[in-house]
């Protein structure tokens, strides 16, 4: 009876230990889901995964290789210092990621440092002897090796670590493929995103050239008549005062052709930093003057002396944002065939926490049919030729991107009103 009893209790044990384990390995899984949901590309996912795993099996070290062509990579890792420097690999015999991509399953390798069938420094410069594990990854968008590195163990004690680590890893790969799916979808929209936003950008260039050319040819026209001057009186008095006036002629023509440059630049990334939001309305609303005057449309601005009406944000993209909306405003004037008295009206405000931007014309309004669809990509009511479709899309991203907010209202033959919102940045630093 006391034999049964015992060899009960040791049944229990057992049951206990690996219940404890199997909590544990649940809670990891738990917490591995959760990093792979709150990262924003696929090697700081990556580079969570195998921090936790690290953590969890007490890894030293570890990596998760791509294989690009005829090489592999490292695209993630964890537990080495910041300055360390990786290798590529080539698909070589000595290469222990080519024997995992080729076998296709786990490898244990009881000491890397005097097995002779593998390069232990194949990936990075290794100081001390150490254990190894690395195993197969493949799934519909990503395949690779993830090589763990830990102090000599056993090649027991690495079998049954490798064997915990397969069942975890099993249950997390699908988990994996999908997200990296995901990430790379998001990746994909951005990069169409860029791709409209620089040909929104340059169908603005095209419809500002008017604008454009009035703010070269202005100071041009001014140089020729000073120089003409001076060609007529070179010592003359005021000679020195034309050579000055020159300058700054030459000056105004390189800050418009500097500003040019700087918004048909590639938008890879947001610009962010402190601005005035007036200056991006007031920058636009210049480069669109000559036409607004030659199609008698008057522009009415109203901004708050204070408190300043700073925020966070890219003056640059910001700028595109109103040149659609000015751009817009024109085109629909061209269809108001009565009398009315034409104009733009732009206020900005303090409104609580934020900077509201209240956007006006009296250009004839709109349907709602067309008032819901205007920030769909591609939709347009001007005539072939005259429209991409894409200006109020790139402009409600833009807004967007900013932490913004846009609204419309519209009355059909009268007018239509744009509200957008930007945080206000009371605090700057």
């Known amino acids: 009876m006391e034999e049964q009893n015992k060899k009960l209790l040791e049944k229990i044990e057992v049951l206990e230990f690996e219940l404890k384990e199997t909590a544990k390995s649940f809670n990891t899984l738990i917490e591995i889901l959760i990093e792979i949901t709150t990262t924003e590309d696929v090697e700081s996912m990556f580079q969570g995964v195998l921090s936790i795993l690290n953590n969890y099996f007490h890894f030293e070290q570890s990596l998760f290789i791509a294989s690009e062509q005829n090489e592999f990579k490292v695209m993630a890792s964890a537990g080495f210092d910041k300055n360390t420097k990786f290798k590529s690999s080539k ?15 786990f490898m244990n390798i009881k000491n890397m440092d005097t097995d002779p069938r593998f ?12 254990s190894a594990i690395a195993t197969y990854l493949e799934q519909d968008k990503i395949n690779g090796i993830f090589i763990f590195y830990l102090d000599l163990e056993s090649t027991a004690s690495l079998r049954h670590i490798s064997t915990n680590l397969d069942m975890l890893l099993t249950v997390l790969a699908p988990h994996l493929g999908k997200f990296v799916s995901h990430l790379q979808a998001i990746k ?41 001057n001076i060609q007529m009186k070179p010592q003359g008095e ?32 947001l610009d962010f930093r402190e601005i005035d939001i007036t200056i991006p ?29 700073r925020c966070l944000g890219d003056s640059v993209q910001l700028e595109s944002v109103f040149q659609n909306l000015i751009a817009n405003s024109k085109d629909a004037f061209e269809n108001i065939l009565d009398n009315r008295k034409k104009f733009i009206n732009v206020e900005v405000k303090i409104d609580e926490d934020r900077i509201k931007i209240i956007y006006i014309d009296n250009a004839g309004g709109m349907p709602p049919q067309v008032m819901e669809k ?38 059909l033959g009268e007018g239509t009103t744009f509200e957008i919102y930007f945080p206000y940045n009371a605090n700057p630093h």
């Open 91 to 105: 698909h070589l015999d000595n290469s222990l990621a080519w024997c995992v991509y080729n076998l296709k399953s």
């Open 119 to 130: 390069n232990k420094d194949e990936f990075f410069q290794q100081t001390k002897p150490m």
């Open 281 to 309: 309305i007031t920058e636009s609303l210049k480069l669109f003057a000559p036409q607004l005057r030659q199609e008698s449309i008057e522009t009415i601005l109203k901004f708050a002396n204070s408190p300043p009406l």
């Open 188 to 228: 994909e929209k951005r990069i169409i995103q860029e791709q409209l936003i620089q040909s929104g950008k340059l169908a603005s260039l095209g419809m500002m050239s008017a604008g454009i050319a009035h703010e070269l040819n202005n100071p041009l026209f001014a140089i020729m008549a000073l120089a003409q």
């Open 238 to 269: 005021k000679t020195p005062q034309y050579a000055e006036q020159i300058v700054q002629c030459t000056e105004r023509m390189s800050k418009v052709i500097q500003h040019l440059k700087v918004f048909s630049r590639k938008s890879e990334e």
């Open 374 to 411: 205007i920030y769909d990509p591609f939709f347009t009511t001007k005539g072939i030729g005259k429209g991409t479709g894409l200006g109020m899309n790139l402009a409600y991203e833009i807004i967007k991107q900013h932490s913004g907010k846009i609204v419309v209202s519209s009355n």
